[in-house]
C-alpha cells in the first residue's frame, strides 16, 4: 500500500502584515501620524482576505484602531471624551460631505471606518444601534479605485483603504497621505504578476 502524501507545510507569514514571508509588504508600510484618530470596525469575513486594506491601515497610522467582530457592545467607551467628535464614514439618508462636517468640528475628528462588502457593512449598523446614530460622512463623488482585479460594485467604490487616504488627505490637507497606498499597490502588481500579463489583460483589462 502507497504512503498517503504528507500533507502541505503551511507557509511561514509575517506576524506583523501577515502576508506569506516572501511577500512581506511591512518594508512599504509607513508610520504616519494624524491629528484624526481612526476607528476601524472589521466585519470578521475581512480577515482572511488577500488584500485586508483595512489592517495596512492600522498598521500605517499611528491614530488607528482596528477592532474585528460583528458587535461592539465597547463603542460608547471607545468613542467617549478625550477621544474627538465621531462621525461614521458611510453613505446614506442624512450623510454630510466629510468637509462640511470637518468644517462644523473646528478641530480633530474621530472617524469610525466600517471594513466589509456593503451588505456586510449594513450589517454592523444594523446590530450596533450606536454606530448608525452617529453623525454620516462621505466623501466627493468620482473617486476611482485603484484595485484593478475587481469590479466596483457601484460608481465611486473604494477599498477601505483609499476611502481613509482620501478622508484623511480632506481632513488634514495640506499634509498628504498616499504613502499609505504604496503596499497596497504591491499587493495589486504582485496578483498580477503570479496570474500573468496575458490573463489580466483578458480578464481585467479595461474596453
Known amino acids: 500500500m ?12 509575517c506576524p506583523r502584515c501577515q502576508r506569506p514571508a516572501g511577500h512581506c509588504l511591512c518594508p512599504l508600510i509607513p508610520r504616519l501620524d494624524s491629528h484624526t484618530r481612526l476607528l476601524i470596525l472589521q466585519h470578521p469575513s475581512e480577515t482572511a482576505h488577500a488584500l485586508n486594506t483595512a489592517r495596512l491601515a492600522a498598521l500605517g497610522l499611528v491614530r488607528a484602531d482596528l477592532r474585528i467582530g460583528e458587535r461592539f457592545d465597547e463603542l460608547d467607551a471607545w468613542l467617549a471624551p478625550p477621544s474627538p467628535p465621531a462621525c461614521l464614514l458611510f453613505p446614506g439618508e442624512g450623510a454630510r460631505p466629510l468637509a462640511e462636517l470637518a468644517a462644523d468640528a473646528m478641530g480633530p475628528l474621530t472617524l469610525v471606518v466600517p471594513d466589509g462588502t456593503w451588505r456586510k457593512a449594513r450589517k454592523l449598523l444594523h446590530l450596533n444601534p450606536a454606530l448608525a446614530a452617529l453623525p454620516r460622512a462621505t466623501l466627493p463623488e468620482g473617486g476611482v479605485s485603484r484595485y484593478r482585479l475587481r469590479k466596483a460594485p457601484m460608481a465611486g467604490a473604494l477599498s477601505t483603504l483609499e476611502a481613509i487616504v482620501q478622508a ?21 502588481d504582485g496578483q498580477v ?15
Not at 193 to 207: C, K
Request: net charge positive; with cysteine; glycine share 4%.
Open 193 to 207: 504578476a503570479a496570474m500573468g500579463e496575458a490573463t489580466y489583460r483578458r480578464n481585467h483589462w479595461p474596453g
Open 168 to 188: 484623511l488627505n480632506i481632513l488634514e490637507a495640506p499634509a498628504c497621505f498616499d504613502a499609505l497606498l504604496r503596499p497596497f499597490e504591491a499587493l495589486i
Open 2 to 13: 502507497a504512503a498517503e502524501p504528507s500533507p502541505r507545510p503551511s507557509r511561514t507569514r
